[in-house]
């Protein structure tokens, strides 16, 4: 069952391409990072409405009787608040006319779905997209989940938050971040098919909903087998795959041999000592380290996300990527989550302090740029967006 298509149906007879209002006009709806719905305000501002039921959200833009919105800038430029209100307002009013019908239906298909597929915490499951896309309107990119939750469960990630109302109006149940996951068995059939018809851009494989590498891609290989179809395509996209786990070691070769293949690693300190103890199901830093060392002296182009930032020796940490990427992403933790425990540990208490995250994120930031590593915002790596990329 796809939500997406149940998505499109609350906001008929309004199509993707069409005005809702003047000024703004529906662009496309997308599940890969929750529930969405993307707007274009007088031709300039692109603005994500995010939906989730009523019963799980305290706080929101607007609502309707079942739902509510709230809203993300989907550009360079942050949104106006009156302007991600309008537009919740806008979208909350045109759903509200239809979402007793489509909900109902929503759980009728769920409940035929369950009986298919099951409700266990892990589900083979067949989709009928795979690429969503995203990004700015200047700098677009597809993101791929060959799974959907990840086994690594990481207590801060804000995934949960994400797929939670999902799982909701899908009626499966309410687990424990880190104890579920949808392997998308026939993702790479689909992927060829899409990389046949749709414009071309980045691609990333999506660490946000799941990580790629995760245990169960051991048995599965499906991430190894959509890196085939990219690496056999005509003209292969830039494509980029990040994870926490050591378990991309075992596609060296096929990575080698895809030029348009980069790897990344989510690595938030060098101290293993904190990683076991927020990541206690990741490969150990220093271990990610010497995967992406490996991967940079095969002629693999690497990158490192460093995000939440955690304690750990910062220049000894700096001195570490330098030796083994090329560029760094760095973000602040993005709140608590499941983690509350294990920020309350008096050892890393401090780390939950906004000021700490961003103290200590400008502190690496210099540090790195001291060494000549790129450091970065955004979605994808600045040598990929000058045209490093094939």
């Known amino acids: 069952m796809d939500l997406r298509d149940h998505l499109l149906a609350l906001m008929r007879p309004t199509e993707p391409g069409e005005e809702l209002a003047p000024g703004l006009r529906f662009v496309r709806a997308s599940t890969e990072l929750g529930l969405r719905l993307t707007f274009l305000v007088d031709g300039r501002h692109e603005v994500h409405v995010e939906l989730s039921p009523l019963e799980q959200s305290p706080k929101y833009a607007a609502r309707s009787e079942y739902l509510a919105f709230g809203y993300r800038h989907g550009g360079a430029e942050r949104v106006d608040q009156k302007l991600g209100l309008r537009v919740c307002q806008a979208v909350a009013r045109h759903v509200g006319a239809r979402e007793a019908e489509v909900l109902g239906q929503l759980g009728a298909d769920a409940e035929a779905a369950q009986d298919e597929e099951g409700s266990a915490r892990l589900?083979?499951?067949?989709?009928?997209?795979?690429?969503?896309?995203?990004?700015d309107p200047g700098q677009r990119f597809y993101t791929l989940s060959p799974y959907v939750g990840?086994?690594?469960g990481c207590r801060f990630c804000y995934a949960q938050t994400r797929l939670d109302p999902m799982r909701s109006l899908l009626r499966l149940p309410q687990v424990r971040w880190g104890s579920y996951v949808d392997v998308r068995i026939n993702a790479a059939e689909v992927l060829a098919e899409e990389l046949r018809s749709l414009p071309?851009?980045?691609?990333?494989?999506?660490?946000?909903?799941?990580?790629?590498?995760?245990?169960?891609e051991k048995?599965?290989?499906?991430?190894?087998?959509?890196?085939?179809?990219?690496?056999?395509a005509p003209e292969p996209p830039p494509a980029l795959v990040m994870t926490r786990s050591t378990l991309m070691l075992r596609d060296l070769e096929l990575i080698r041999e895809s030029p348009s293949v980069w790897v990344g690693a989510s690595i938030p300190t060098i101290d293993d000592e904190v990683c076991a103890h927020f990541e206690p199901r990741a490969a150990p830093a220093s271990e990610r380290l010497a995967m992406l060392r490996t991967f940079k002296q095969a002629g693999v182009r690497c990158w490192v996300v460093v995000q939440p930032m955690l304690p750990g020796n910062t220049d000894a940490f700096a001195d570490a990527l330098a030796e083994v990427v090329d560029s760094v992403s760095i973000g602040v933790l993005r709140g608590e989550h499941g983690a509350e425990q294990d920020f309350a540990d008096p050892r890393f208490a401090a780390a939950r302090d906004e000021?700490?995250?961003?103290?200590?994120?400008?502190?690496?930031?210099?540090?790195l740029e001291a060494r000549g590593v790129a450091v970065w915002a955004g979605e994808l790596p600045p040598s990929l967006l000058a045209g490093d990329g094939t």
């Open 123 to 135: 589900r083979e499951i067949e989709i009928s997209r795979l690429l969503e896309l995203a990004g």
């Open 150 to 152: 990840c086994l690594i």
């Open 200 to 216: 071309r851009y980045p691609i990333k494989f999506c660490p946000i909903v799941s990580d790629p590498y995760q245990a169960v």
């Open 219 to 232: 048995r599965f290989e499906v991430t190894r087998r959509c890196l085939e179809v990219i690496r056999d």
């Open 355 to 367: 000021d700490w995250q961003r103290d200590q994120a400008f502190a690496l930031r210099d540090a």
